[in-house]
């Protein structure tokens, strides 16, 4: 995964620095290794066992789990996460790129609108999203003059996505448009480009890397996300974080819940894949 | 998730009644006041401790302070909303709960999990003299190894009586309703033996049973219904039937008895039959203090403290009637919604379902909560 202000997609390593020898980043590989590649090879593993009796699993070493997979029902679920996915990303690019601009190049006080930015992290994520049960309620003043009633709809799932994952787009493209040299946008204008052309040919393009580190962020935890449609669409609109849930906790199939995971975690990777073949076609044609 | 579910868990709690949520807070206040005393007065050099895994709403607030005061052993909570998130709980690997109340059928899914550890009944002097016979000894538990009643009830549905004319008496009527005039406005429990087997017993067919068929055409009605749900919730549906947002909910009766202590709620058993269940005190394996857990299982089967308990949870006590009489509040006593005409159980069964029918309902599950 790649992050904000690292990588070919961030700064460049100062040329006259220190170098750092490799073996730094040994606790850390430590640390992926033992709590993130030990895991998923163990959901690898279940993904290709069997349910037996009521919650034991026998290792079968088939391709039942995927076979079941290949089912409408399941179809419908990943295309519905898909949506989700999109929406939740294009929705707080949206949102956050004109914010995000107003607090690097306008803001007065950056500090302060940064701190109102991350002060809903104080807050537990279930909080902030039970909370929603209140504002999104028909009884509530404002809903109560609109005659709207959107708990526990499509919708009301719609906008707890687009509240709860916003800062995560923010935060990236504030980094990325913070470090715009202004007076590029300045010299394109002067030589004549429209605010608009100075704008897709000059800023967006020194804003790709926070706009890439920003969708990436919204949209892989999105693609698990089941919390919002439990508590906001009254559990009864299934996602593939759902469906992942609802095989360990409520129906304890393992091995197929461990299938879903796989292939979820599958299709993650071909999505980041393509997409950072394309960033760094972008990024190196743009020099 | 842990953390995440038993936050959610324990707002789901809290919401569900101001009175709740004040008498939780007050529980809480009076806690950490009164709970130092009995331990220092006992020169005890560590603090007992119980970690109690619960259902939500599932004992009287009043009741937590008062056991520590009793005993000097303090209470530590967590809370679960279905038997199957307890079990996955404790199959994935949780441990140091003391004590848990599964339902009858998931007590032997955990006993033959090997997830239980025996019950000490020596420790139980109280239960032993108060207990009545018939909650000894039940087919779950025939031998009373791993389990000690604490509270039974039914499963059926209830409305909003000031705003469902209907009045409806049976299962069909309330798919019926819920698919038409109040589409919408119905939520169904999240459980999975619950909702499939009011539908099967809507059909004709045994709560339990386990014939594809006969599941394939309670699948079809739910299909059905499920696009007339508000929500499929086990901590909220009291709270949404208050506020007037749902009016009719699949559920058990002490839920619908509580929210009816607040708007005109009535609670029926579908004519065509349904659940009769009962909640069994369990100590999970790797317990810490089972000592603890034995001392509340005694703690609450004294008559005086069973009715405090009864009178919050508004479910049926497992200890002989006559010496109920006097404690319990006559009002619920002698409310058929808590304590059931013998003629209304007669008609409904216990959780029983067979492997094969726990996976034929797990794949309809699947596809009900999906469509």
Known sequence: MTRPGSGRWGRRARSGGPRYPGWLALPALAWYAAFFLIPLGFVVAYSFAAL????????AWNLDNYRALWDPLYGDVFRRTLGLSLFGTLTTLLIGFPFA?????????????????????WTSFLIRTYAWLIILDPQFPLFRVVHVDLLFSRPAVYIGVAYNYLPLMVLPLYAALERIDWSLVEAAQDLGDTPLRSFRRVTFPLALPGVIAGSLLVFIPLTGEYLIPAILG??????AGSLIAQQFTEVHDWPFGSAIAVVVIAAMTIVLLVFSTWANREASSRG | MNDQERLLLELGERTVSRRGFVAGTTALLAATALGQFPQAA???????????????????????P?????????VKKDFYTSNEALFAKLKGGARGY?????????????????????????KLPTVKKTID??????PFDPKDKYSVAKDWGTTGFMYRSDLVKERPSTWRQFFDLAKTKYSGKVTVLDGIPEVIGSALVMLGYSYNSDSKSELEAAKKELLGLKPHLLSITATQYKQLLISGKAVMALGWNGDALAAAAKKPVNYVVGKEGGEFWVDSYVIPVGAKNTDAAHAWIDYVYDPKHNATETEYTY????LRRSLLKGKLDPKILGNPGVFPALRTLSNLEPNNVTAKGTALRSRIWTEFKNA
């Open chain 2, 42 to 64: 006992f020169g005890r050099s560590e603090a007992e401790q119980l970690f109690y895994y619960n259902w939500g709403s599932y004992v009287n607030p009043k009741t937590y």
């Open chain 2, 66 to 74: 008062a056991f520590t005061k009793a005993t000097g052993i303090s």
């Open chain 1, 101 to 121: 601009y107003w607090i690097a190049r306008y803001a007065r006080r950056k500090t302060l609108v940064l701190l109102f930015v991350v002060i809903p992290f």
């Open chain 2, 315 to 318: 479910y049926g006590s497992p």
């Open chain 1, 234 to 239: 009254g559990n009864k609109t299934s996602y």
């Open chain 2, 98 to 122: 003391d004590l848990a109340v599964p339902t009858g059928y998931m007590v032997r899914i955990l006993a033959d999990a090997k997830l239980l550890e025996p019950i000490n009944w020596s």
């Open chain 2, 133 to 138: 016979p018939k909650f000894r000894k039940l």
């Open chain 1, 52 to 59: 037996s009796g009521y919650s034991d699993i026998v290792f």
